[in-house]
Nanobody
Framework: QVQLVESGGGLVQAGGSLRLSCAYS????????MGWFRQAPGKEREFVAA????????VYQDSVKGRFTISRDNAKRTVYLQMNSLKPADTAVYYCAADRLGSGSRWRSAYDYWGPGTQVTVSS
């Protein structure tokens, strides 16, 4: 059974940092690209960052470039999202997702499996 579980969310003041983790089980983790998405209240789920299976390629949404870093540890079957200089606009539920084709896409439709999400709230 495929399972992704996010952790690390919480409440932080503007300018602070959080590191999200997504633990994966049920498939060969190293063969999948992984992505992070987020959804704020009343808004569509949007792409945040993605990383290819061997970490050779990463891509970010423009609004998080230079502040967020995606990484993965295939031995631990975990993908991370380090978030620095957080802003109130970053408040959302954050989801990790797995892409079987390994492309590291920005498109939600490219991802085959999703976690339940973790809440990140940034206060001003």
């Amino acid at each position: 059974q495929v399972q992704l579980v996010e952790s690390g969310g919480g409440l932080v003041q503007a300018g602070g940092s959080l590191r999200l983790s997504c633990a994966y089980s049920g498939i060969t983790f190293s063969s999948y690209a992984m992505g992070w998405f987020r959804q704020a209240p009343g808004k569509e789920r949007e792409f945040v960052a993605a990383i290819t299976r061997n970490s050779a390629y990463t891509v970010y949404q423009d609004s998080v470039k230079g502040r967020f870093t995606i990484s993965r540890d295939n031995a631990k079957r975990t993908v991370y999202l380090q978030m620095n200089s957080l802003k109130p606009a970053d408040t959302a539920v954050y989801y990790c997702a797995a892409d079987r084709l390994g492309s590291g896409s920005r498109w939600r439709s490219a991802y085959d499996y999703w976690g339940p999400g973790t809440q990140v709230t940034v206060s001003s």
